[in-house]
């Protein structure tokens, strides 16, 4: 079956960096549009950031936008979040997902777009 595993979360503080990786199985990666959410303690999961099939497509939330960087690695079935200047507000269980997708170079920012989602990370920005 398809299996989404994300890791790489930690307790980090304020100004920190941390990398998430999503490791992907069960399914060809490269048919996939991938994106990271986040979900923080009383409120709705939201869209981080979305890569397209082929890489050359991504979007960002505006909250994160200059901060965060979204990329994959077909070769690898993983997907990273390269995330810096990391904000308390930045807390959150964070989730990848996957979007079965004909389209190479389209990116999804909407949770009903994915097929497929991991259990997630905990990422923890203390001040």
């Known amino acids: 079956q398809v299996q989404l595993v994300e890791s790489g979360g930690e307790l980090v503080q304020a100004g920190g960096s941390l990398r998430l990786s999503c490791a992907a199985s069960g399914l060809t990666f490269s048919r996939y549009a991938m994106g990271w959410f986040r979900q923080a303690p009383g409120k709705e999961r939201e869209f981080v950031a979305a890569i397209s099939r082929s890489a050359l497509g991504t979007s960002y939330a505006d909250s994160v936008k200059g901060r965060f960087t979204i990329s994959r690695d077909n070769a690898k079935n993983t997907v990273y979040l390269q995330m810096s200047s990391l904000k308390p507000e930045d807390t959150a269980v964070y989730y990848c997902?996957?979007?079965?997708?004909?389209?190479?170079?389209?990116?999804?920012?909407?949770?009903?777009?994915?097929?497929?989602w991991g259990q997630g990370t905990q990422v923890t920005v203390s001040s």
């Open positions: 997902a996957a979007d079965r997708t004909f389209t190479t170079d389209s990116v999804f920012i909407g949770a009903y777009d994915y097929n497929y």
